[in-house]
């Protein structure tokens, strides 16, 4: 495997979460933002958190599918939130939670969770990017 995760001593031990990534493979993977769209284009989960997030991660799994990589292979997620307080965590973790079920993964790699006043579509409340490394 291409990507080790791990939490160094002296940063806060999260059970679902690594701190850190270690890529060691040579081919680098770019998924674009996925939202909480259906494979028609619309939007599922409108005005519900973690259904979007769930959605979101499910559209990130598809993507690193279809080019023989998983969740296992991601080294950085990038996430932006509609109006984020932090009072939304629970619901956002809610639907990471669904989304690495039925994935099957755990821990998620390194991310950054960005507020936003916006995202392309009014409906939108999440959405999610990834880079993953292959052997």
């Not at 998983?70 to 950085?76: E, L």
């Given at each position: 495997m291409a990507v080790t995760l791990m939490n160094p001593s002296g940063l806060p031990q999260i059970p679902v979460y690594?701190?850190?990534?270690i890529a060691t493979g040579s081919k680098l993977v770019f998924v674009a933002g996925q939202v909480a769209w259906d494979a028609e284009?619309?939007?599922?989960?409108?005005?519900?958190?973690?259904?979007?997030?769930?959605r979101s991660y499910l559209n990130v799994g598809t993507a690193l599918a279809a080019v023989g990589?998983?969740?296992?292979?991601?080294?950085?997620l990038t996430v932006y939130v509609v109006d984020w307080t932090p009072d939304k965590?629970?619901?956002?973790?809610?639907?990471?939670?669904?989304?690495?079920?039925k994935l099957?993964?755990?821990?998620?790699?390194?991310g950054t969770l960005i507020g936003v006043a916006t995202l392309d579509?009014?409906?939108h409340l999440v959405e999610v990017e990834a880079t993953?490394?292959?052997?």
């Open positions: 690594r701190q850190v990534s284009g619309v939007t599922v989960g409108a005005g519900d958190l973690a259904a979007q997030v769930e990589a998983s969740f296992d292979d991601v080294v950085k965590m629970p619901l956002f973790l809610e639907g990471v939670a669904r989304a690495t079920a099957g993964t755990t821990p998620m790699a390194p579509v009014p409906d993953a490394v292959l052997d």
